[in-house]
T-cell receptor, first 116, second 115 residues
Framework: GAVVSQHPSWVICKSGTSVKIECRSL??????MFWYRQFPKQSLMLMAT?????????EQGVEKDKFLINHASLTLSTLTVTSAHPEDSSFYICSARKHGGSVEQFFGPGTRLTVL | DAKTTQPPSMDCAEGRAANLPCNHS???????VYWYRQIHSQGPQYIIH???NNETNEMASLIITEDRKSSTLILPHATLRDTAVYYC????????????????FGTGTRLQVTL
């Protein structure tokens, strides 16, 4: 168990448009989900932490109005990149923490975003 | 969370053991050592974790020094599919809030397994 999926796996969009990325925990309930961003040849950087039913907590330097996070249920979190620009092109990865105590995170396969 | 130090890259011949070191000299008593790996263009994959005893699972073994200031991840028989970036992370195991759940990824060790 503990499978996390992301959709889409890749997306190409025009500059100025918005893109929504979904993160789902398929076989468990996730109290907390995390969104990371990874630029080429760099490590993962945490963008925000979202808890079901409450507002996301953003890391320093991450614009909350640009990266909208919704965690409406225990199995789904969405990240919307608003007014995307080429510098937003990156690999976006989500992870989910199971409901109840342990801090283990289970990662999705990632979404490759390319903004033209 | 305590900071970790890993070599940027390592090579290993297929079939041989890969020993990946990690220094975590500032680790505190309630922090565990976690290892994840990331194969190119995929999400990170959990490998193993431990507190102070050596641990083994179907993927790897984790050897933690007695003073807990360093550890070694051992892949006993490396294959080409083990080529990945390996991350060593230390943090508390349990939390009722999001803070201790955060994973801080360093630069990791890029392991290249060759024929």
């Amino acid at each position: 168990g503990a499978v996390v999926s992301q959709h889409p796996s890749w997306v190409i969009c025009k500059s100025g448009t918005s893109v929504k990325i979904e993160c789902r925990s398929l076989d468990f309930q996730a109290t907390t989900m995390f969104w990371y961003r990874q630029f080429p040849k760099q490590s993962l950087m945490l963008m925000a932490t979202s808890n079901e039913g409450s507002k996301a907590t953003y890391e320093q330097g991450v614009e909350k109005d640009k990266f909208l996070i919704n965690h409406a249920s225990l199995t789904l979190s969405t990240l919307t990149v608003t007014s995307a620009h080429p510098e937003d092109s990156s690999f976006y990865i989500c992870s989910a923490r199971k409901h109840g105590g342990s801090v283990e995170q289970f990662f999705g396969p990632g979404t490759r975003l390319t903004v033209l | 969370d305590a900071k970790t130090t890993q070599p940027p890259s390592m090579d290993c011949a297929e079939g041989r053991a890969a020993n990946l070191p990690c220094n975590h000299s500032t680790i505190s008593g309630n922090e565990y050592v976690y290892w994840y790996r990331q194969i190119h263009s995929q999400g990170p994959q959990y490998i193993i974790h431990g507190l102070k005893n050596n641990e083994t699972n179907e993927m790897a073994s984790l050897i933690i020094t007695e003073d807990r200031k360093s550890s070694t991840l051992i892949l006993p028989h490396a294959t080409l599919r083990d080529t990945a970036v390996y991350y060593c992370i230390v943090r508390p195991r349990t939390s009722n809030t999001g803070t201790a759940s955060k994973l801080t990824f360093g630069t990791g060790t890029r392991l290249q397994v060759t024929l």
